[in-house]
């Protein structure tokens, strides 16, 4: 499986950036893609989810301001962050929970990550 995250990039205090994490491989469904994120610091924590029905979860630090979203035909998900604050500077990486397409277990999958820098 293969997860390639991107998006990332430097932003000013308000501006807006939309991450991409596309999933491919021994696929036979995808449960669920999450969006994490580690700041400098500090522990890595759950942003927002998304399951395979769309229903979605978010931090209570985004709720309002970020949106998770999925195509199911490109096994892609996608994280819209408005609004963006110095606060939300973060690698952020996206993890599939899915189906393997041989087995058929399930397994969690975690994808390389993508700088966020939010400054002026």
């Known amino acids: 499986v293969q997860l390639q995250a991107s998006g990332g990039g430097l932003v000013q205090p308000g501006g807006s950036l939309r991450l991409s994490c596309a999933a491919s491989?021994?696929?036979?469904?995808?449960?669920?893609m999450d969006w994490y994120r580690q700041a400098p610091g500090k522990q890595r924590e759950l942003v927002a989810a998304?399951?395979?029905?769309?229903?979605?979860n978010y931090a209570d630090s985004v709720t309002g301001r970020f949106t998770i979203s999925r195509d199911n035909a490109k096994n892609t998900a996608y994280l819209q962050m408005n609004s963006l604050k110095p606060e939300d500077t973060a690698v952020y990486y996206c993890?599939?929970?899915?189906?393997?397409?041989?087995?058929?277990?399930?397994?969690?999958?975690w994808g390389q990550g993508t700088l966020v820098t939010v400054s002026s």
């Open positions: 998304i399951t395979s029905g769309g229903h979605t």
């Open positions: 993890k599939l929970k899915y189906t393997n397409l041989h087995d058929l277990y399930e397994y969690d999958y």
């Open positions: 491989g021994n696929i036979f469904s995808i449960n669920t």
